[in-house]
């Protein structure tokens, strides 16, 4: 089982529509949470950290859910901007605090 | 604020040739990351440093790939001979243990042809 899943995708949306993202983490014990933003032939780019209790940036809304160790990232009134690969990513307890694992990324394509 | 700097942004180079890619981390980071990204692969963690020392080296493919980190502001990474199989983007990222939850700053990528 890989350590982050996520659905590749790609999702595709008209402007001004809502998506969401859900991503799966095996180990119990991770403690940081993000999601990354990755353009094509760019770098990974830091979009939120995901908190515990939620957290709201703008038109972005991250859960956590302990429980069942998933990751979720909502987008609301998506722009043609938004069109990117959305990587979930969280950091490997067992290789120190520092090392973060990523998923493979959900592609996000928005219409017109 | 200067983020990650890399270089060369793109290399091209024939099968058998040493290549180096470079790397100055953020001022005051304390980790050094270097990963691979091909579109089979993903996002594929090849080494990281902590204060200059090699911490994990086990995503690093075989010997002909190795990395150094001879002071706080520069990093090299070294694949000799290269090969076709080693074409990628190679990105640099770095980290401060003292500030945020551990979020990695990323270069831009050198992206890497071997013919």
């Known amino acids: 089982r890989k350590e982050v899943e996520q659905d590749p995708g790609p999702f595709n949306v008209p402007e001004g529509a809502t998506v969401a993202f859900n991503c799966t983490y095996s180990n119990s014990a991770s403690q940081s949470f993000f999601w990354y933003r990755q353009d094509c032939r760019k770098e990974p780019k830091l979009l939120m950290s995901?908190?515990?209790s939620g957290n709201e940036d703008g038109r972005f809304t991250a859960q956590l859910n302990r429980a069942s160790q998933y990751i979720s990232l909502l987008i609301r009134d998506s722009k043609l901007s938004d069109s990117a690969t959305y990587l979930c990513?969280?950091?490997?307890?067992?290789?120190?605090?520092?090392?973060?694992?990523f998923g493979t990324g959900t592609r996000l394509l928005v219409s017109p | 604020d200067a983020g990650v700097i890399q270089s060369p942004r793109h290399e091209v180079t024939e099968m058998g040739q040493e290549v180096t890619l470079r790397c100055k981390p953020i001022?005051?980071?304390?980790?050094l990351f270097w990963y691979r990204q091909t579109m089979m692969r993903g996002l594929e963690l090849l080494i990281y440093?902590?204060?200059?020392?090699?911490?994990?080296d086990s995503g690093m493919p075989e010997d002909r790939f190795s990395a150094k980190m001879p002071n706080a502001s520069f990093s090299t990474l070294k694949i000799q001979p290269s090969e076709p199989r080693d074409s990628a983007v190679y990105f640099c990222?770095?980290?401060?243990?003292?500030?945020?939850?551990?979020?990695?700053?990323f270069g831009p990528g050198t992206r890497l042809t071997v013919t």
């Open positions: 001022s005051g980071h304390d980790y």
């Open positions: 990513v969280v950091n490997g307890v067992n290789t120190g605090f520092q090392k973060l694992v």
């Open positions: 990222a770095s980290s401060s243990a003292g500030k945020g939850r551990g979020e990695q700053y």
């Open positions: 995901v908190y515990s």
């Open positions: 440093f902590n204060n200059n020392v090699p911490i994990d």
